[in-house]
């Protein structure tokens, strides 16, 4: 199967993704840490929704 996101893309979203629901849960801001799950679980299954609307790719070369 072939991936939408690279390894550098998925690096970026693991980390905007943890960065988020630690500030979210540190500042009791519980919607910021749910919006933080969004790049930590694109980045966990390797596929981007949104990627695949605006044609973009930086995974797997065809």
């Not at 690096?11 to 969004?38: C, D, K, P």
């Not at 930590?40 to 044609?55: E, W």
């Amino acid at each position: 199967m072939c991936f939408n996101l690279g390894k550098a893309d998925r690096i970026i979203r693991v980390v905007a993704g943890l960065g988020l629901i630690g500030f979210g849960i540190i500042s009791q801001n519980y919607i910021v840490a749910a919006v933080g799950t969004v790049p930590l679980l694109t980045a966990t299954i390797g596929f981007c929704p949104l990627y695949t609307i605006l044609k973009l790719n930086s995974g797997c070369k065809k």
